[in-house]
């Protein structure tokens, strides 16, 4: 009972939170409000009301896309949403919940298996994919039923062309695929790029750095991705098993290329990462030039083909 009105106080907290937030109307009463999930009715599926709270505070910090919301056999319903509502060039997180059709409820085990997205090229009349996450996990220990995966686009949406989404889910026995729905994937501000491909032999790689505008001034553990492009091309590209080391080189183009010290190159992590030091001294414009190596340590890609010395190989981010 106790429990139940600890609840109670947290919800009342909560919306005194959503209605100063916007507080135009004083008519809302917060019974009229309803937060999905929040009426705790014993349903083993789902999430507790604190489960509920935690995940509604998180939906909050990211934007839906509406064009992915999906229901399933008439039963379940699947959220998705990203950080800004759409998608753009390069590495994008992407978030899945999941509720109950007919309590709202969310539900705390399900699963994305894949993500698939394809574009079609209309002038050339092909399709290909792009990188994506190996899977789609649970978010953290607190949020179970956030599901996190990514995407990185090596391409926006233009007059070349244009992208669909699919998924693969399994919800409390319901399996299956969605239908590839249209999406619109931005391009980047100028002075950005955050996906950079490279061959070796026959093999194309793709690096994606991960969410490069959470990078500060000064030193930035700086994450990336290395995908291997799938044949049949419409396959989407998995990480690569390949080991590599990324040497990076940073730089600001705009200001006689100087560069800045304690940089630390990316290697690879037990969860299929490469994480490394980049230190940004200052705001502005910054190249940064990479050189990979094979584990062998052979260079395989980058180096200072640039007539300014500077590998031509470089992510660029404006901080
Ligand atoms: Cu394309």
Same mark, same amino acid.
């Given at each position: 009972?106790?429990?139940?009105?600890?609840?109670?106080? %947290? +919800?009342? +907290?909560?919306?005194?939170?959503?209605?100063?937030?916007?507080?135009?109307?004083?008519?809302?009463?917060?019974?009229?409000?309803?937060?999905?999930?929040?009426?705790?009715?014993?349903?083993?599926?789902?999430?507790?009301?604190?489960?509920?709270?935690?995940? $509604?505070?998180?939906?909050?910090?990211?934007?839906?896309?509406?064009?992915?919301?999906? =229901?399933?056999?008439?039963?379940?319903?699947? *959220?998705? $949403?990203?950080?800004?509502?759409?998608?753009?060039? %390069? !590495?994008?997180?992407?978030?899945?919940?999941?509720?109950?059709?007919?309590?709202?409820?969310?539900?705390?085990?399900?699963?994305?298996?894949?993500?698939?997205? +394809?574009?079609?090229?209309?002038?050339?009349?092909?399709?290909?994919?792009?990188?994506? &996450?190996?899977? +789609? &996990? &649970?978010?953290?220990?607190?949020?179970?039923?956030?599901?996190?995966?990514?995407?990185?686009?090596?391409?926006?949406?233009?007059?070349?062309? &244009?992208?669909?989404?699919?998924?693969? *889910?399994?919800?409390?026995?319901?399996?299956? =695929?969605?239908?590839?729905?249209?999406?619109?994937?931005?391009?980047?501000?100028?002075?950005?790029?955050?996906?950079?491909?490279?061959?070796?032999?026959?093999?194309?790689? !793709?690096?994606?750095?991960?969410?490069?505008?959470?990078?500060?001034?000064?030193?930035?553990?700086? =994450?990336?991705?290395?995908?291997?492009?799938?044949?049949?091309?419409?396959?989407?590209?998995?990480?690569?098993?390949?080991?590599?080391?990324?040497?990076?080189?940073?730089?600001?183009?705009?200001?006689?290329?100087?560069?800045?010290?304690?940089?630390?190159?990316?290697?690879?992590?037990?969860? %299929?990462?490469?994480?490394?030091?980049?230190?940004?001294?200052?705001?502005?414009?910054?190249?940064?030039?990479? =050189?990979?190596?094979?584990?062998?340590?052979?260079?395989?890609?980058?180096?200072?083909?640039?007539?300014?010395?500077?590998?031509?190989?470089?992510?660029?981010?404006?901080?």
């Amino acid at each position: 009972m106790s429990i139940r009105k600890y609840f109670g106080i %947290g +919800v009342a +907290v909560l919306f005194g939170v959503v209605l100063s937030s916007c507080n135009s109307n004083d008519d809302l009463g917060s019974q009229d409000i309803e937060i999905p999930g929040v009426t705790f009715d014993g349903d083993i599926d789902c999430c507790s009301a604190e489960e509920a709270l935690q995940i $509604y505070r998180f939906i909050q910090t990211v934007k839906i896309i509406p064009e992915l919301s999906v =229901t399933i056999d008439d039963k379940y319903n699947v *959220y998705a $949403y990203t950080k800004s509502g759409s998608f753009h060039n %390069g !590495y994008n997180d992407i978030y899945f919940v999941a509720t109950k059709k007919k309590n709202g409820n969310y539900i705390k085990n399900f699963d994305i298996t894949a993500l698939k997205p +394809v574009m079609l090229m209309v002038k050339m009349n092909m399709k290909h994919s792009t990188p994506v &996450s190996a899977g +789609v &996990s &649970s978010f953290n220990g607190n949020y179970l039923a956030v599901k996190r995966g990514w995407i990185s686009f090596v391409m926006n949406t233009s007059d070349a062309g &244009s992208w669909t989404l699919a998924f693969d *889910y399994s919800i409390l026995g319901s399996k299956g =695929t969605t239908s590839e729905t249209d999406i619109t994937v931005d391009a980047l501000p100028a002075g950005q790029a955050w996906i950079k491909s490279f061959k070796v032999g026959d093999d194309t790689y !793709y690096l994606s750095l991960v969410n490069p505008l959470d990078s500060k001034t000064g030193k930035n553990t700086v =994450t990336a991705y290395v995908s291997k492009k799938s044949t049949p091309a419409t396959t989407p590209y998995s990480l690569a098993q390949e080991q590599f080391e990324i040497e990076i080189d940073p730089r600001m183009p705009d200001m006689g290329n100087h560069t800045s010290p304690d940089n630390v190159a990316l290697t690879l992590q037990s969860d %299929g990462s490469y994480q490394g030091t980049l230190n940004l001294t200052m705001t502005g414009r910054w190249r940064i030039h990479l =050189t990979v190596k094979d584990a062998q340590g052979k260079v395989v890609a980058g180096g200072d083909e640039l007539s300014d010395g500077y590998s031509s190989l470089y992510w660029e981010i404006s901080i």
